[in-house]
């Protein structure tokens, strides 16, 4: 099953890109990579999606390399707002027998100083 | 209607009480799931719902019982709940079948003395 290790929190500040690397070995042919924001007392909001090369909506970017054993949670210009626990999610509900799982890491908590 | 719903906010109940968490989504999703979330820890999975039968169960102890009476809504049913069962309890939807795109309600913190 996969495993994911992310950094246990990260200093920025505004206006900076920040770029949050999640390691995740062990991922299978058919699992997702996703990423949440999650605010204090809040549930997490889902941000970005991916499952190889480069996605991009309004609010992030997502790199993947080809080995897929690693991905990068990208935030340009970071304000205060985006002070926040983010948390990388490898696997999918979909997959056959051991491997239908979805693995949380332990979430990165990103300070935004002014 | 994107938002899903979670009621109470806040439950306090003491180890013989019998409560239950509501949550209620509009947003046709056929998945909906059940976490448990300890301080400073990611969400832990509980149930997940597809097409309102229950399709995965993490190990969850019997004190905890989950209801999905019609597509929108899903319930959690408590019973005999233990001091460590204090958590955020949350709920979401997916519209998918992969489960990787959640939209989570706000949560029902829940205190058991």
């Known amino acids: 099953l996969a495993k994911t290790t992310q950094p246990i929190s990260m200093d920025s500040y505004e206006g900076q890109e920040v770029n949050i690397t999640c390691s995740h070995n062990?991922?299978?042919?058919?699992?997702?990579i996703t990423w949440y924001q999650q605010f204090p007392s809040q549930g997490p909001r889902f941000i970005i999606q991916?499952?190889?090369?480069?996605v991009t909506n309004e609010v992030a970017s997502l790199f993947i390399p080809a080995d897929r054993k690693s991905s990068t949670l990208s935030l340009p210009r970071v304000s205060l707002s985006d002070t926040a626990v983010y948390y990388c999610l490898v696997g999918a509900l979909n997959n056959a027998g051991n491997n239908r799982k979805l693995i949380w890491g332990l979430g990165t908590s990103l300070a935004v100083n002014p | 209607d994107t938002e899903v719903t979670q009621t109470p906010k806040h439950l306090v109940m003491g180890m013989t009480n019998k409560k239950s968490l509501k949550c209620e989504q509009h947003?046709?999703?056929?998945?909906m799931y059940w976490y448990k979330q300890k301080a400073k820890k990611p969400p832990e999975l509980m149930f997940v719902?597809?097409?309102?039968?229950?399709?995965i169960n993490e190990s969850v102890p019997s004190r905890f019982s989950p209801e999905c009476p019609n597509s929108s809504l899903l319930n959690l049913h408590l019973h005999a709940l233990q001091p460590e069962d204090s958590a955020l309890y949350l709920c979401a939807s997916s519209p998918s079948r992969t489960g990787v795109d959640q939209y989570f309600g706000p949560g029902t913190r829940l205190l058991v003395l």
């Open positions: 991916g499952y190889k090369t480069k």
């Open positions: 719902y597809s097409y309102e039968k229950l399709s």
């Open positions: 062990n991922i299978a042919t058919n699992d997702y």
């Open positions: 947003m046709g999703h056929r998945a």
